[in-house]
């Protein structure tokens, strides 16, 4: 297995994580207040949301083959 896709599974795995940490902290009580005033979540929430779906797309990237330095 190439190094490339070993990165790239790290980085699906821990985007997974962020976006998942990100959608549970959606549901704490100061996003909950945040969202019903403003229409939006806080700023660390979105930031988790966004980096995870990011590092997700970078991962799945990574793992496709095909690509420069990725052997078939």
């Known amino acids: ?3 490339n896709r070993i990165i790239g599974i790290v980085f699906l ?4 994580g962020l976006f998942v940490f990100g959608m549970n902290a959606s549901n704490s009580a100061a996003d909950q207040i945040s969202h019903t005033f403003t229409g939006r979540f806080t700023d660390g929430t979105t930031w988790y949301i966004l980096g995870g779906l990011a590092a997700a797309v970078v991962g799945v990237v990574m793992m496709l083959p095909g690509g420069k330095g990725h052997s078939a």
Not at 13 to 16: E, H, L, M, P, Q
């Open 1 to 3: 297995m190439s190094s």
């Open 13 to 16: 795995v821990i985007g997974v």
